[in-house]
């Protein structure tokens, strides 16, 4: 039997102190029209992570920011000729979709490595050990419900015009949901289990052991729930309305609502779904990670969390962005609260794993032509 | 103070044990003193850590080595005393009003930027393509446009024919390139007319209507609607639209990053509504002058205004979307048209 003892996992970064490194990091951005946005990157993830400490020691970020320079050009350029592709021909723009659909499980590994490869704890380095193949392989069913759309609209209407919305059966219609439906999830599932099994530290594997049927689950949930939020804020909406024909025009009523059904759609969908959403897969995927002799728990409360990002983003919007670094160190600290980290043994006899880098060693050498760093 | 050792842990990057280490700075060397030995490192070249109101100090080797400091006092105040220095952007961003000063002249340049240089930026990015591939971009549109949209006209033949004769004072004046189309549009479009990129333009039904006469002529202001659109199209308003909405979103998406997509298109349609607003000045003037070429009284325009009002009065539709921004207050552009 082993002897479990819980470890403290603290976040010490403050808002007032990060919305000082933000805006700075901001303005040499605008200024130098986004070629300063690597070496700010690099800043924010060394405060974020000399500001989170596990069991007594922070983490570190050791990203070079030069070297993120040539990996943030490169998907820089990759992302402009995909968004000028947006305004060719319909042909050119699917092209340039599948062609970025066809790299992007590859410079997302990358971008893994990279990011992974540069952090350490107590002076070791974590890694990931994902292949390329496997990334692949995660992300296959993301590919089903585009090809089962493809089959439809070649089967059912083969005259469609590119960017033309085609005339299908409405039972194809549905089934082209129900496969969206099921897709999605499930291709989550197999991306985070993708992900964290492939975490490396000290000589330990991380595994995920959950079901693929959790995150179905979650995706039922958050879906009806963002029904219901719709329904309830169309109500409001239609009160409002009704109310306000004493005083508006039917054209300017017709606009209120307009208005005021985005802000609904944005507010319920994009903040609060999208916050649920993320709440659960973090419990979900924190629940069920350990490795020998590290084990995880997440309790992170969903609708409070969606409560604070609704918030956060309704202040964002009304500061014109400045409320923003708050925003994320808030979020960010709601996150790390709810997870607890057990240990079983003496972190401080751990060792390297061997065969991942340090510096200038293999890990770097063979992996990772560019720093490519994605994400946050 | 100077020389004066600062106690450290130590983190080799092979053993999570950590190991006792004294720091000493000799000229722009950083000697970290170890058990088995020193090592030097050039100070300059070093990424010495914020000072932030965390207690750990943190401090990266280049070969990928750890120092950390669990007394932050103790740490800066060392740094301090040998005149250490943190990045001048570390350093700015610790003063008391470099945050507010970075703050104040983000809006200043997003303000000019969005004012200023990137109309400047997205015209001449628009003047790169060549006229045949900005005529087929709205080629293509306008077939899809078509296809989705518009019916063929409903006018008589004859009254077909009057339109043209209206219009031919213009259409002798303009390129090849100016090619007109009657369509009956969606109820809700009204009598409207619009130019596309490279050179197609399309009349309604509706506007045709609106300016018949009842000797079965049509008013001579079409053709200033005509000249209108001729303008857009001669100043390639459409084009530049496209690049400098691409501009803006890019832009926003810069400052707001991230998931903030619907946050981003706000800024996007101001800039928008105000691009559109100088268009219809520039695209009126040209109208003004293609008019007066063609012998045609630029008061006639005049008429079009009135009878748009009359037919828009009691309507229902988008007026709101559309009047938010696209044309100048009528009465602005009805003085334009009058004056001699």
Not at chain 1, 12 to 41: C, I, M, S
Not at chain 2, 48 to 73: A, F, I, M, N, Y
Request: proline share 5%; hydrophobic share 50%; net charge positive.
């Amino acid at each position: 039997m082993k002897n479990w003892r819980p470890a403290e996992l603290q976040f010490t970064a403050q808002g007032a102190e990060y919305a000082r490194l933000w805006q700075v990091n901001l303005l040499l951005t605008l200024l130098t029209l986004g070629l300063y946005r690597p070496f700010a990157k690099a800043r924010k993830l060394q405060y974020l992570y000399a500001h989170t400490g596990f069991d007594g020691h922070p983490l570190a970020f050791h990203g070079n920011p030069w070297r993120m320079l040539g990996g943030y050009l490169v998907m820089l350029t990759l992302f402009t000729l995909y968004s000028a592709s947006t305004y060719a021909k319909p042909m050119v723009y699917l092209a340039a979709a599948v062609l970025l659909a066809l790299l992007w499980p590859a410079l997302w590994r990358s971008g893994l490595r990279y990011r992974l490869g540069h952090t350490s704890w107590r002076g070791l380095r974590f890694g990931f050990a994902g292949s390329v193949v496997g990334a692949y392989r995660a992300m296959l069913p993301w590919v089903l419900p585009p090809v089962f759309y493809g089959v439809s609209v070649v089967h059912f209407a083969p005259n469609t015009l590119l960017g033309e919305l085609p005339k299908l059966p409405t039972w194809v219609w549905v089934l082209n949901a129900v496969v969206a439906f099921g897709s999605i999830p499930l291709g989550l599932a197999w991306v985070k289990r993708y992900q964290n099994n492939g975490y490396r530290f000290a000589g330990q594997a991380a595994k995920l052991e959950m079901k693929d049927a959790s995150f179905f689950r979650l995706g039922t949930q958050v879906f009806f729930l963002s029904i219901l939020a719709l329904l309830m804020a169309l109500a409001v909406i239609a009160v409002v309305k009704l109310v306000s024909g004493a005083w508006l025009s039917e054209t300017e009523q017709r606009f209120l609502f307009f208005v005021l059904w985005w802000v609904a759609i944005y507010l319920v969908v994009l903040v609060g779904g999208a916050a649920q959403f993320a709440a659960g897969t973090q419990n979900i995927v924190w629940n069920a990670t350990h490795s020998e002799d590290v084990r995880f728990r997440s309790f992170l409360d969903a609708p409070g969390y969606a409560a604070l990002q609704l918030k956060n983003w309704s202040l964002v919007a009304l500061t014109l962005g400045l409320y923003r670094p708050f925003a994320l160190i808030s979020a960010q600290r709601m996150r790390l609260e709810a997870i607890r980290i057990e240990l079983a043994d003496e972190p401080a006899q751990w060792t390297r794993t061997p065969g991942m880098g340090r510096t200038g060693t293999k890990g770097e050498m063979s992996g990772d032509f560019f720093g490519l760093d994605l994400g946050w | 103070m100077q020389n004066e050792h600062l106690d450290a842990t130590w983190f080799d990057g092979e053993l999570a044990q950590p190991q006792p280490v004294s720091l000493s700075l000799h000229g722009a060397q950083l000697h970290v003193r170890t058990a088995d030995g020193a090592k030097t490192y050039a100070s300059a070249s070093l990424r010495w850590p914020e000072p932030t109101q965390h207690r750990v100090r943190q401090l990266l080797l280049p070969d990928g080595s750890v120092v950390e400091c669990q007394d932050s006092t103790r740490w800066d105040r060392w740094t301090a005393a040998h005149a250490i220095q943190a990045a001048p952007a570390v350093r700015w961003a610790a003063t008391a009003w470099g945050p507010w000063a970075a703050t104040l002249l983000i809006f200043v340049f997003a303000f000019c930027t969005w004012r200023w240089a990137l109309p400047v930026v997205a015209d001449q990015a628009a003047l790169w393509v060549p006229a045949s591939a900005e005529r087929e971009l709205g080629d293509s549109f306008w077939t899809e446009l078509d296809r989705k949209w518009f019916k063929p006209s409903q006018l008589s033949k004859a009254e077909q024919q009057a339109a043209f004769k209206a219009m031919a004072p213009i259409m002798s004046l303009a390129g090849p390139e100016i090619r007109v189309s009657l369509r009956q549009g969606p109820a809700r479009m009204g009598p409207n007319a619009f130019a596309l990129p490279g050179g197609q333009i399309v009349i309604t039904d509706e506007l045709v209507r609106l300016l018949s006469q009842e000797d079965g002529s049509v008013h001579p202001a079409l053709a200033g609607v005509l000249a209108h659109e001729i303008g857009h199209v001669t100043h390639r308003h459409g084009l530049r639209g496209v690049f400098r909405t691409a501009a803006t979103a890019a832009l926003t998406g810069l400052k707001l990053g991230d998931y903030s997509a619907l946050l981003a298109l706000a800024p996007t349609a101001f800039a928008q509504a105000n691009y559109s607003r100088e268009g219809e000045r520039e695209a009126d003037a040209e109208a003004r002058r293609l008019m007066q070429a063609a012998q045609i009284d630029p008061r006639s325009m005049v008429y079009f205004f009135t009878q748009l009002s009359k037919a828009m009065k009691g309507r229902d539709t988008d007026t709101i979307l559309l009047g938010l921004a696209r044309h100048p207050a009528d009465n602005e552009r009805i003085r334009f048209f009058e004056q001699p």
